[in-house]
Nanobody, 127 residues
Framework: QVQLVESGGGLVQPGGSLRLSCRASASGRTLSTHTMGWFRQAPGKEREFVATTWWVGTNAYYSDSVKGRFTVSRDDAKNTVYLQMNSLKPEDTAIYYC??????????????????WGQGTQVTVSS
């Protein structure tokens, strides 16, 4: 079982920045065997992929809508994955979710690819 807790959401003006955190804890498993993902869901829309990374190495993959503006990183000592969001736009407004998948093979972009989810944190981009 993996528990995920997000934090860092809030209200920001267009062009501003926010950093989301996802603290992970695992019972009976090591986090290195999991893929980590960030998703978001805007009102009236389906949950969509934002980014994915792993606990080993430095690779990360992004959706086209956030590429070049968002960056994923992690702090292994804190079991925490971050999503740094720069140049935010009103269309980035959504609830952002952290997720974990029990596999590390391939790039996972689908909601159904992930086994564990955090509670979500609201990001609002508005002037």
């Amino acid at each position: 079982q993996v528990q995920l807790v997000e934090s860092g959401g809030g209200l920001v003006q267009p062009g501003g920045s926010l950093r989301l955190s996802c603290r992970a804890s695992a019972s009976g498993r090591t986090l290195s065997t999991h893929t980590m993902g960030w998703f978001r869901q805007a009102p009236g829309k389906e949950r969509e992929f934002v980014a994915t990374t792993w606990w080993v190495g430095t690779n990360a993959y992004y959706s086209d809508s956030v590429k070049g503006r968002f960056t994923v990183s992690r702090d292994d000592a804190k079991n925490t994955v971050y999503l740094q969001m720069n140049s935010l736009k009103p269309e980035d407004t959504a609830i952002y979710y952290c997720a974990a998948a029990r596999r590390i093979d391939g790039i996972r972009r689908g909601v159904s690819d992930y086994d564990y989810w955090g509670q979500g944190t609201q990001v609002t981009v508005s002037s």
